[in-house]
Every structure is written in structure tokens, then in C-alpha cells.
């Protein structure tokens, strides 16, 4: 089992879109090995995106509503529903903010042996869905927040004892 460290907010990788998969190859397969371990590791994550753990590649895998599994390549399709929740980021740990998502995403990809495959969900799989393609685009779900949110957000993330190595 390889668990791989979490990059924090002030990683470049984090803001840099994601490379596409090109290859559907062994290298592959280890890095879904690895971000599912990464994921599975540790209690309470529901998503862990390529870009996290400091490779430029869109794949990203999740664990939400009892759903497991991974997506290359993904593009996504947003319901105009929206849902209200706290959300938080392994690379921005322990804060949490109300953060606006559609209420329903359908995520369309592949494997990682190169098959198609859609996965659609609403509430909280959605939300997992989105903020795991977000990570492949270079945006972070702080980006999203607004107003006093936003502000009490970024004094938080400054007052944060990870923010200052």
C-alpha cells in the first residue's frame, strides 16, 4: 500500500490544469493504485485528485454516498439545481465552509484500462464529483466562495499552522 503525502494550498501543481491521459499503460494503473490507496488510507476522505498528490495527470478517484471508484479524463454535466454544505479540502486541512454545488453532476471519463464510463449522482456524490474535477482545472473550492465566506476563509487559511512552513 502506497500512501502519498497531500499537496497544500500554495503547491503550484494545485493550480495548473491537469495534463490528459494520453496512455492507458502500467504507469497508469500505479497511479490509480496509489491515489486509491491514498484515498482509502485514511478515514473521512471521500475524493483524492492526481494534482494532490503532485502529479500533472486528470484522474482523480472518490469514495462517496457508497459509490467507489476512479475517472480519466472526466468532463462533467452540472444540474442548475443548486445544494447548500460545508465543504473541505485534504489540501486546505481542517477548515471547512459553505460552499454552493449543483445538486446533481454526471462525470464522463474513462477507466483506467481505456473503457468508457459515466458515473451521475446528486447530494453529497455530486459535490465529490465536482470538487474532484475542479482539482484537474486548476481550482480549489475556496475559489468559489463569496463575500464574508470568502474573507473569513482566507483569514483562516493565514491563521493556519500548515500555512506557515
Wanted: hydrophobic fraction near 40%; include cysteine; aromatic fraction near 6%.
Amino acid at each position: 500500500m502506497t500512501m502519498r503525502p497531500i499537496r497544500l494550498l500554495g503547491d503550484a501543481v494545485l493550480r495548473t490544469p491537469a495534463e490528459p491521459i494520453t496512455s492507458f499503460d502500467t504507469e497508469l494503473h500505479a497511479l490509480v493504485t496509489d491515489l486509491m490507496d491514498t484515498l482509502l488510507g485514511a478515514p473521512g476522505r471521500a475524493g483524492v485528485a492526481a494534482t494532490q498528490i503532485g502529479v500533472s495527470a486528470r484522474v482523480f478517484v472518490y469514495d462517496a454516498d457508497g459509490e467507489v471508484g476512479h475517472v480519466v479524463n472526466p468532463t462533467i454535466e452540472l444540474s442548475e439545481e443548486m445544494q447548500d454544505g460545508d465543504e473541505g479540502c485534504l489540501s486546505i486541512p481542517e477548515l471547512y465552509f459553505p460552499t454552493p454545488r449543483a445538486m446533481f453532476a454526471t462525470v464522463r471519463g474513462f477507466d483506467q484500462y481505456g473503457a468508457p464510463l459515466t458515473i451521475s449522482g446528486s447530494g453529497f456524490l455530486a459535490r465529490a464529483l465536482q470538487h474532484e474535477t475542479d482539482h484537474l482545472d486548476g481550482k480549489l473550492y475556496i475559489d468559489t466562495l463569496r463575500g464574508d465566506t470568502r474573507r473569513q476563509a482566507l483569514r483562516d487559511i493565514r491563521a493556519a499552522a500548515w500555512s506557515r512552513r
